[in-house]
C-alpha cells in the first residue's frame, strides 16, 4: 500500500511526519511551497478543497485532517502504540489530538495571520494578544497534565506528536514561554527522539531547496 504525505514546512504536516516514522511506515512526501501557492493548484484542490496541509493519499485515497490521520496510522501500525490500548484511555487520546487540532491551533493561526480575523486597521496588536492569551490559557493545561510525567500517556503517543507541534510553533513566534516548565521539558525531550531530528533535518533540506529555488 503506498503512502503519500503532503507536506509544508513548520505546518502541523509534521505531525504525521513523526508518527508515520515512528511507526516504521514506507512513506513518500511531496512538499508544498505555500509561498509559491502550490496548495492551490487545481491538482491539490482536487486532493483537497480545504488546501491544507497534511493530506495522506493511502493508496488513491485522500485523508484530510490529522485526527482522522493518526487514528488511522494508530489502527494500521498498532504495534507502534500511538494510540492507548485500553479503549476509554484511547478516547481520552483522541480527545487531546482533538484538543490540538481545534483548542490550541487556532490561536496560533490567529497570531500567524490577524487579517484572516480582523481586516480593521490597527487590529494586528490586539488580535494576537487576545490569542495569545488564549493559546497560554491552555499551554498551562497541557503543562498540568505534564507535571511529573514524561508523556502525555503511559508511554509516547500521537498525542506527544501533535503538542509537539503546537508548542513548538508557540516558540516560532519568540513567544516568551519559559512559564511552562513542564511543556519544555516535553519539547526537549521529543527533539531527543529520532523521528523528530528526522523531520528536523528534513525540514532544513525543503526550507534551503525552497530558498534556491525563489
Known amino acids: 500500500m503506498q503512502l ?3 507536506y509544508a514546512p513548520n505546518a502541523c504536516s509534521l505531525v504525521p ?4 516514522t515512528e511507526a516504521g511506515a514506507p512513506f513518500e512526501v511531496h512538499p508544498l511551497n ?5 496548495h492551490m493548484t487545481p491538482e491539490y484542490l482536487r486532493l483537497n478543497p480545504k488546501h491544507k496541509v497534511p493530506v495522506l493519499v493511502i493508496g488513491e485515497e485522500p485523508l484530510t485532517e490529522n485526527v482522522a490521520i493518526q487514528i488511522w496510522i494508530a489502527r494500521h501500525f498498532p504495534e ?5 490500548a485500553d479503549p476509554m484511555q484511547e478516547l481520552h487520546a483522541i480527545s487531546l489530538l482533538a484538543w490540538c487540532a481545534s483548542g490550541i491551533h487556532p490561536f496560533l493561526s490567529r497570531i500567524n495571520s490577524p487579517p484572516r480575523v480582523c481586516d480593521l486597521p490597527g487590529a494586528e ?3 494576537r494578544r487576545l490569542a495569545q492569551q488564549q493559546l497560554f490559557e491552555n ?27 503546537c508548542f513548538r510553533r508557540g516558540t516560532q513566534f519568540n513567544l516568551d514561554v519559559s512559564q511552562f516548565r513542564n511543556c519544555i521539558a516535553h519539547f526537549e525531550r521529543m527533539q531527543q527522539r529520532p523521528s523528530v531530528r528526522k523531520l528536523l533535518a528534513y525540514e532544513q533540506e525543503v526550507q534551503t531547496a525552497f530558498a534556491q529555488a525563489a
Open 125 to 127: 496588536e490586539s488580535v
Open 80 to 84: 507502534a502504540k500511538l494510540l492507548p
Open 17 to 20: 511526519y513523526v508518527t508515520l
Open 139 to 165: 499551554y498551562q493545561i497541557a503543562d498540568d497534565k505534564l507535571a511529573g510525567r514524561e508523556w502525555f500517556f503511559d508511554h509516547f503517543t500521537a498525542v506527544d506528536a501533535h503538542f509537539f507541534w
Open 4 to 6: 503519500i504525505l503532503y
Open 34 to 38: 505555500f509561498r509559491k501557492s502550490q
